[in-house]
């Protein structure tokens, strides 16, 4: 079902090619003061960091004004280490190198149950998703997932994708399963949900993890087609709340459970991940891509599943 991916080839690349700069600058700089040695390779294997730290002023800055209680700047620093140490263990080791594991081909069906589908965000593939299938699997919850790519495409390419994961969920147990979306997935999931007729006969809930689901302020400096459609208050996302409210007239999100936080470093303000008439829940202090592994997100839609179920 998942044959390649070309963004795990993009990403071995880069690990690949940091590994090598590193080798070069270690030979190159042999027999000169450690301290500059040191800082080469602080600059060529955290230089990300650098970046991120970068973020999350943006965050502190622009999530002023927004309703969201703030985040304080022993919070945010906490966010920001953490991402640190998350980011690495996945765009460097899960999606590049570990993105085939706990294929789906090897989900067992269990009939009765609720099937869980899986649908990550920009610039990730399957193997973001990694830590929740052993769990999924070790609790005996059935789970289909996706490579949305193009990688730097529309939104609207990935439709197809989730329909087809929708479709081998419900082979799995006959019953509508829940999806769980991670960052640009609840977009596509969105999206799925108002160009599909019986969408709502064919899955069961929505859960949406850092979700911007009225855009994000770092929108603006994508020029990517689906980093374009993140923009704040973008016309696609004009145009899908209006196919939403034309579809619905009232509860267009009461099937949505929307998990956000105060220190997401690439959602913010953090309010827009949210959704009117959701089941919206506040995780402090988290940044971006860890949010997707909070034990709280991860069990609190666990319960959600066996509540369904």
Request: glycine residues 8%.
């Amino acid at each position: 079902m998942h044959r390649s991916s070309r963004l795990a080839r993009l990403q071995q690349g880069v690990a690949l090619a940091t590994l090598l700069a590193l080798g070069i600058w270690v030979f190159w700089s042999w027999g000169r003061p450690w301290t500059q040695v040191l800082a080469g390779l602080l600059v060529l294997g955290f230089g990300y960091a650098f970046v991120l730290a970068w973020e999350f002023l943006a965050v502190a800055r622009v999530n002023r004004l927004d309703p969201t209680p703030r985040a304080g700047v022993l919070t945010m620093l906490r966010a920001w280490w953490q991402e640190v140490r998350t980011a690495p263990q996945v765009f460097s080791w899960r999606q590049p190198f570990l993105w085939r594991a706990w294929p789906d081909e090897d989900v067992a069906a269990a009939p009765g149950r609720r099937a869980v589908v899986l649908v990550h965000g920009f610039v990730c593939n399957r193997g973001l998703w990694l830590p929740w299938m052993r769990t999924l699997t070790a609790r005996g919850v059935p789970y289909t997932s996706v490579n949305l790519e193009p990688v730097f495409g529309s939104i609207d390419d990935y439709l197809p994708l989730i329909d087809d994961a929708v479709r081998r969920a419900h082979q799995l147990t006959g019953r509508p399963p829940i999806l769980v979306c991670h960052s640009m997935g609840g977009l596509a999931a969105r999206a799925w949900r108002v160009a599909t007729p019986d969408a709502d006969e064919r899955v069961a809930h929505i859960v949406t993890i850092g979700t911007p689901h009225q855009g994000t302020w770092l929108g603006q400096f994508s020029h990517v087609p689906n980093g374009r459609q993140m923009r704040l208050d973008s016309r696609w996302l004009q145009d899908l709340r209006q196919r939403e409210a034309q579809r619905w007239s009232q509860g267009s999100y009461a099937g949505f459970t929307c998990w956000y936080s105060n220190a997401d470093n690439i959602v913010f303000p953090a309010s827009t991940a949210t959704l009117p008439g959701a089941d919206n829940r506040h995780v402090p202090g988290w940044p971006h891509v860890a949010l997707a592994f909070v034990d709280e997100v991860l069990e609190g839609t666990l319960e959600l599943v066996a509540r369904e179920t």
